[in-house]
Structures are given as C-alpha cells and as structure tokens.
C-alpha cells in the first residue's frame, strides 16, 4: 500500500489555492470538468482532482489545465515563458552534474 505523502502547510495551501483558481477559471469559461479535461486529454477525474488540490496529480497536467484556462504560470506571460525557460537552462548549465553530500567524517588524527 502507498504511504500518504506528509507535505508542508504551505505546499498544501499552494495546492488548494491553484485548484481553487483552476476551478474558478473553468467555471467563468463555461466549462464542465469533462470538457476541460478533454482539452488537456485527462479523465474528469483528474480535473476533480486538480480542482480539490490532491497533491498526487500529475504536474504536466496541472500545468496543462492553466495554460488551456489562460492562467499564467511563474508570474509571466506566454511569451516569457520561453526566455526564462532559456535563462534557467543556462544557469543550470553552469552548476555541477550532480549535488554531493558533504562528507561528515572527522579526520583521523591519531599519528
């Protein structure tokens, strides 16, 4: 059995709140959760569970469902979207292939 996911207030509150806009999205369009879904190519399950901010649904979706709603993602349109895509592939470029845990071994001194 799959053991629940224990998340930070915050993320649960984050996940809430951008259900709750998806919801409040779809509604203002005149969309059912079945025909929302059929444009993000998901079950009206999924959207229902977007909607409620159930943690385990699929990001792309989540993402998907906005861009089809017109919500912005990242605090930028459409357009920038590409740019700072551009701008963090550079910066992760520059830092190391993989993160290492710093070692906490103390030194031997016993000569």
């Given at each position: 059995?799959?053991?629940?996911?224990?998340?930070?207030?915050?993320?649960?509150?984050?996940?809430?709140?951008?259900?709750?806009?998806?919801?409040?999205?779809?509604?203002?369009?005149?969309?059912?959760?079945?025909?929302?879904?059929?444009?993000?190519?998901?079950?009206?399950?999924?959207?229902?569970?977007?909607?409620?901010?159930?943690?385990?649904?699929a990001i792309g979706a989540a993402f998907e469902a906005a861009i089809v709603l017109g919500l912005p993602l990242f605090d930028v349109d459409a357009t920038q979207?590409?740019?700072?895509?551009?701008?963090?592939?550079?910066?992760?470029?520059?830092?190391?292939?993989?993160?290492?845990?710093?070692?906490?071994?103390?030194?031997?001194?016993?000569?």
């Open positions: 059995m799959k053991q629940a996911q224990s998340l930070s207030s915050q993320a649960t509150d984050a996940l809430a709140t951008f259900g709750a806009m998806i919801r409040a999205a779809r509604v203002q369009r005149g969309m059912t959760a079945a025909e929302l879904g059929a444009r993000v190519s998901v079950s009206r399950g999924v959207i229902q569970r977007l909607e409620a901010g159930e943690p385990g649904t979207l590409g740019t700072l895509r551009s701008q963090k592939e550079a910066m992760n470029a520059l830092l190391p292939k993989r993160a290492f845990q710093a070692s906490q071994a103390k030194p031997d001194n016993d000569f």
